[in-house]
């Protein structure tokens, strides 16, 4: 009897869900919080955490959990005998908080013809092409929007959405070989907290990668590290009367600290992978009292 070789996997020949799946995933609100000191910063976020740990036990992980800090965790066996690195599939579920992410009423493009979309609840919201010239490569494509009150999330639900479609993918398809892959979701990455309370040990990955990229066939191989101060000024307030030498402006105070920064070093003068300067400012702009942000890469 003569051996027979599986028959080859297409793209056509596998039913993805990735859109299903998307348009699931971005109807949760999962806003972070920067002010909140938990982890996650926000419940909610624990809402999608619950749903994608039970569609991978679903699939067949049987040790896909949400932990208490709101990290799921899931593992996709090795269908090779060979010892090659362990690798993790990485994305967060949680989104901005600059805008509101409850709610989220998704619209879909279909066939896009080309041009400027105008998001149906608040017409003065526009993807304009000019804008975001990877329109035109989308050209003949679907293309998932919000209906312009509210983020769609797709950063980084659209991260969420493809790789648990890929691990029902794989899992379909033991006849690809591969060695162990690790799924890892995070919460409150958008507040810069996303890996404050992963469990290393437990994940046991040798190499992760983020699916949280531009656009196709785009990968990033270094990544933006930082520390952070704030520095509040208390400026010294006086009645304009007799203010003279004696009030003290905080805001000015401030932009004078930001001028003294290494002008060499401030952000946009240097190659991303060089060390610079960043300074943010938040609250009111108040005479007396400011608050600077500053952090320095490297």
Known sequence: ????????????????????????????????????????????????GALLARELRDLGLADAHLDAHGYVYATIPA???????????????????????ADVKPQIVR???????????DPTQVIRVTDNPALRDQIGHDIVTSDGTTLLGADNKA?????????????????????????????????????????????????????DGETAGHIEDETFSADGAVIVIEGVSAHPGFAKGKMEHAIKIAAGIVERLPKHTRQGRL???????????????QPHRSRLHRCRSG
């Open 1 to 48: 009897m003569t051996a027979t070789s599986a028959s080859p996997i297409t793209r056509d020949s596998f039913a993805h869900d990735v859109l299903e799946r998307f348009l699931r995933y971005v109807v949760i609100d999962t806003q972070s919080d920067p002010a909140s000191s938990t982890c996650p910063s926000t419940a909610k976020q624990k809402d999608l």
């Open 79 to 101: 269908t090779s005998d060979k010892s090659v690195p362990v690798i993790c599939f990485c994305s967060h579920m949680d989104t901005s908080p600059d805008c509101s992410g």
């Open 111 to 121: 066939n896009y013809a080309g041009g400027d979309i105008v998001l149906p609840a």
């Open 159 to 211: 991260g969420l959405a493809e790789i648990m479609d890929a691990a029902r993918f794989l899992i379909a398809n033991p006849q690809i070989k591969h060695g162990t892959i690790k799924i890892l979701f995070t919460p409150d990455e958008e507040i810069g907290r996303g890996v404050d309370k992963v469990d290393l040990t437990k994940l046991g990955a040798d190499f992760a990668y983020t699916m």
């Open 271 to 285: 190659p991303a992978s060089d060390r610079h300067h960043r300074c943010t400012r938040d609250g009111e702009a």
